[in-house]
């Protein structure tokens, strides 16, 4: 079966029922897109296909053939796009495991929508979950690699002291940490 991944032509020999997910991690060691659910409901897996993001793990091998795949490796190999610097910069991971269907997902978004309002950011990343609770820190991302963060580092129009979303909410408190 022929498809392009990450720009480049590939023939991967795979049945037409396999699914795009299993061929990519399995057959094409591409490991970033994760599986989560199997359903398509959390997002985990989430890649583009000619440009429109796509839950791998549904997506069949004959709806792949011939078509343009990017994974979170082809975003920018060098892990040098807008919304991978941004995440660093928001401290968005935790865990990690869900952020590459995150990111996956923000970019179709920035594609389509390149400067979104938050109601734009939180309907579209609706169906990826984050089970850290990293919400809040994914849309400040997806803001700051729009542009729609101030130097201050807060949503435009804001102060530092009423940021919906501090970087650091133990640094915010006085009280020292409790021992483990």
Request: with cysteine; proline share 6%.
């Amino acid at each position: 079966m022929k498809l392009s991944v990450n720009g480049s032509q590939v023939d991967v020999a795979a049945a037409p029922d396999e699914t795009l997910l299993w061929v990519l991690r399995e057959k094409l060691k591409l490991t970033g897109t994760k599986f989560g659910c199997g359903m398509a409901q959390c997002g985990a897996c989430t890649v583009h296909i000619d440009g429109k993001a796509a839950r791998a793990c549904q997506v069949r091998m004959a709806a792949v053939e011939g078509k343009k795949v990017t994974t979170i490796e082809g975003l920018l190999p060098d892990g040098n796009h807008p919304l991978q610097r941004a995440w660093i910069e928001e401290q968005v991971l935790q865990c990690g495991y869900c952020q590459s269907g995150q990111i996956m997902q923000a970019a179709a978004l920035l594609r389509e929508t390149p400067r979104p309002t938050k109601a734009q950011i939180v309907q579209h990343m609706n169906g990826n979950l984050c089970r850290c609770g990293t919400h809040g820190r994914i849309v400040r991302a997806i803001q700051r690699a729009a542009g729609g963060l101030g130097s201050s580092g807060c949503v435009a129009p804001c102060s530092k002291a009423v940021s919906p979303w501090p970087r650091n909410s133990r640094a915010a408190t006085s009280s020292p940490a409790r021992p483990a």
